[in-house]
């Protein structure tokens, strides 16, 4: 399994969000690419950056700083936020990311999202799943839909895409822990999906919890930033615990 640190930008800085809640912003004091080098430097793999001005905004606002943090490292980026068109993801693709992360395009405008894997392959995406209650949610959370989280997945799965997280808002931000029975209940039913978990982690077992549940990674956000788990447990946990990604350069 591994541990995929995230940077969530906004104005350049990183930051958390509460539950999704704009309202409620952390701002960390380290440059996200600096944050990126230290992730590297313990050997750390994968980087979850997600562009929160363009969720919000309906178009990526943080290329230039993708771009620099792809040439500066050898890290594997998964990118999103403001994915709208498909220029959007091409200027993505050419900035470094490796995998294209969507979300409401694929639930909202799935004709759309098509025209985007038939350019792309599925491989090249990572797709998210949004619950509360296994009701998914959109545009950064601010609007809830009645689709059921399993039926949007076994659109995902008839369309190819292989590599998803899900993340239950309601544990999102507040160290809850992970949704690891819902993770358990997706497998179950999508066992050859790459599911990575988002969302809840609040300490080093976790992992092992996520692992044994049979989770392909986690992507982990306030638990690091607050000091509940430490960079130096994440590397070691996925030294002994790493699992093999596509890579797409």
Known sequence: MQIIPAIDLMDGKAVRLRQGDFGQTTIYPTPPLDLAKKFEAVGLRRLHIVDLDGARLGCPRHLKLLEKIAAATDLQIDFGGGFREIQNLRDAANAGANWLTV???????????????????????????????????????????????????????????????????????????????????????????????????????????????????????????????????????????????????
């Open 103 to 249: 979300g409401s395009i694929a639930v909202l405008e799935p004709e759309i999202f098509a025209e985007w894997l038939a350019e792309f392959s599925p491989e090249k995406f990572l797709v998210g799943a949004d619950v509360r209650d296994e009701k998914l949610a959109v545009r950064g959370w601010q609007e809830q839909t009645e689709l059921g989280l399993f039926d949007f997945l076994e659109t995902l799965k008839t369309a190819g895409i292989r590599q998803i997280f899900v993340t239950d808002i309601a544990r999102d931000g507040v160290l809850a822990g992970p949704a690891t029975a819902l993770y358990e209940k997706i497998l179950v039913q999508f066992p050859d999906f790459q599911l990575i978990a988002s969302g809840g982690i609040s300490n080093f077992e976790d992992f092992q919890i996520l692992k044994n549940a049979g989770c392909a990674g986690a992507i982990v956000g306030k638990a690091f930033y607050e000091g509940h788990i430490s960079i130096t447990q994440m590397a070691d946990f996925l030294k002994v615990h790493s699992s093999s990604f596509i890579v797409h350069r």
